[in-house]
Each structure stands twice: as structure tokens, then as C-alpha cells.
């Protein structure tokens, strides 16, 4: 919805990934309008066919997301866009809460993965005390893979506190990095930077 990125860049990615064999996951809020210049999501979706569609709940005000999907007021308005995205050939994560009580509905409403919500955890290993939290967010994910879903992660994730959080929550399969992986790479550099992460997954 260019605040991160514009419709042209997720088009000139998409041909870059399809043509070096990357996987494209596309992340957005599936709720936003169309606007000038954006087409809305799933149009996106459609002209790009992404590997994955990440959808976050987060509000044009926002710079960045900071929770996740009420199932209780969203469920039934994700899955029919959740349906559509499927029948594009995309695999669907939804952005969830990892004390989210109704969790589990991310499976009902037809999605194939979550994606946790980090931020607290990060947030608290920053702190010194992320025992409570790591407890949590393991809780979190075995409920998601008992009911069949794949478990991704992200937000504030660093080189810092990855370590520990993969550690200690079982088989998460991917985790989403951006703008720690880029401040570090202002540093460091940007092959030293993805080799470290690399090093730590």
C-alpha cells in the first residue's frame, strides 16, 4: 500500500524471484481499499502469483504491524479472500497474537499457516526476561501444529534474539527479517549480514 513498498517493486520482485528460483511471499493487510497507485492486495496477488500471502491486520496509520487478527471480529471476513488466494496457488499465513486465545481458527477459516507476532518477545528478551514469553509463544506454536497449521514468525527478530527463540520454539518454519537484517547490514554489510542469519537458522 506504499508505506514499505510500491506495486511496482512487488512486480519487478516477483520477476527477479521467479527468475533466480526465490521464494516470493507477499505480506499485507487484505482489508485495505485499492488506492492510486496500489491495487489493493489481492489484485496483487493475482498478477504475481506469490509462493505465499502473509495477511496482517494492520491499519493505514500504522508504520508497522503490531498485532494481529481478531478472530472473533475477522474470521468470517478472511475466509472467502483466504479461498481466493489459495485458488491462485498461494500458500496462506495469517498474523497472530501468540497469547490469542482462539488461535486455532486460523485453521478454520481455511489458512495454512500463522505467522507469530514476535514483538513481545523480542521486546522482552531486550530485557533480560524472556522465559515467560518463550513459554508462551511455545504454547502458541504446538497449539497451531495440532491443529495441522505450519508456524512462522516475525517481527523485531534480530541476530541477537534469534537464537534463543528457535531454540525454544518447536519447528518453526520460517521466520520474517527485514529491517534488523538491514540496520545490522549497515554495519556489517549485506553478505555478512544474510550469512550470519544463515549461520544462526
Given at each position: 500500500?506504499?508505506?514499505?513498498?510500491?506495486?511496482?517493486?512487488?512486480?519487478?520482485?516477483?520477476?527477479?524471484?521467479r527468475?533466480?528460483?526465490?521464494?516470493?511471499?507477499?505480506?499485507?493487510?487484505?482489508?485495505?481499499?485499492?488506492?492510486?497507485?496500489?491495487?489493493?492486495?489481492?489484485?496483487?496477488?493475482?498478477?504475481?502469483?506469490?509462493?505465499?500471502?502473509?495477511?496482517?491486520?494492520?491499519?493505514?496509520?500504522?508504520?508497522?504491524?503490531?498485532?494481529?487478527?481478531?478472530?472473533?471480529?475477522?474470521?468470517?471476513?478472511?475466509?472467502?479472500?483466504?479461498a481466493?488466494?489459495?485458488?491462485?496457488?498461494?500458500?496462506?499465513?495469517?498474523?497472530?497474537?501468540?497469547g490469542?486465545?482462539?488461535?486455532?481458527?486460523?485453521?478454520?477459516?481455511?489458512?495454512?499457516?500463522?505467522?507469530?507476532?514476535?514483538?513481545?518477545?523480542?521486546?522482552?528478551?531486550a530485557?533480560?526476561?524472556?522465559?515467560?514469553?518463550?513459554?508462551?509463544?511455545?504454547?502458541?506454536?504446538?497449539?497451531?501444529?495440532?491443529?495441522?497449521?505450519?508456524?512462522n514468525?516475525?517481527?523485531?527478530?534480530?541476530?541477537?534474539?534469534?537464537?534463543?527463540?528457535?531454540?525454544n520454539?518447536?519447528?518453526?518454519?520460517?521466520?520474517?527479517?527485514?529491517?534488523?537484517?538491514?540496520?545490522?547490514?549497515?554495519?556489517?554489510?549485506?553478505?555478512?549480514?544474510?550469512?550470519?542469519?544463515?549461520?544462526?537458522?
Open positions: 500500500d506504499r508505506r514499505h513498498i510500491t506495486a511496482e517493486d512487488v512486480l519487478a520482485l516477483s520477476t527477479l524471484t527468475a533466480r528460483g526465490v521464494e516470493f511471499n507477499i505480506e499485507g493487510n487484505p482489508f485495505a481499499p485499492p488506492r492510486e497507485g496500489y491495487p489493493g492486495l489481492l489484485p496483487l496477488c493475482a498478477q504475481t502469483r506469490p509462493a505465499q500471502a502473509t495477511l496482517v491486520p494492520d491499519g493505514d496509520g500504522q508504520i508497522t504491524s503490531d498485532h494481529g487478527f481478531d478472530f472473533e471480529r475477522d474470521g468470517e471476513r478472511l475466509r472467502p479472500l483466504v481466493e488466494l489459495k485458488a491462485m496457488g498461494c500458500r496462506v499465513s495469517l498474523f497472530v497474537d501468540a490469542n486465545p482462539l488461535l486455532e481458527r486460523a485453521a478454520d477459516v481455511g489458512a495454512d499457516r500463522i505467522e507469530l507476532y514476535t514483538g513481545p518477545y523480542a521486546e522482552a528478551h530485557a533480560g526476561d524472556a522465559e515467560a514469553m518463550l513459554a508462551l509463544f511455545a504454547t502458541a506454536a504446538r497449539r497451531a501444529q495440532t491443529v495441522g497449521l505450519g508456524v514468525a516475525g517481527h523485531d527478530l534480530s541476530q541477537d534474539n534469534l537464537r534463543d527463540f528457535l531454540s520454539v518447536p519447528d518453526v518454519l520460517e521466520v520474517s527479517i527485514g529491517h534488523a537484517l538491514i540496520g545490522e547490514a549497515l554495519y556489517d554489510g549485506l553478505d555478512a549480514t544474510v550469512r550470519g542469519y544463515l549461520a544462526l537458522l
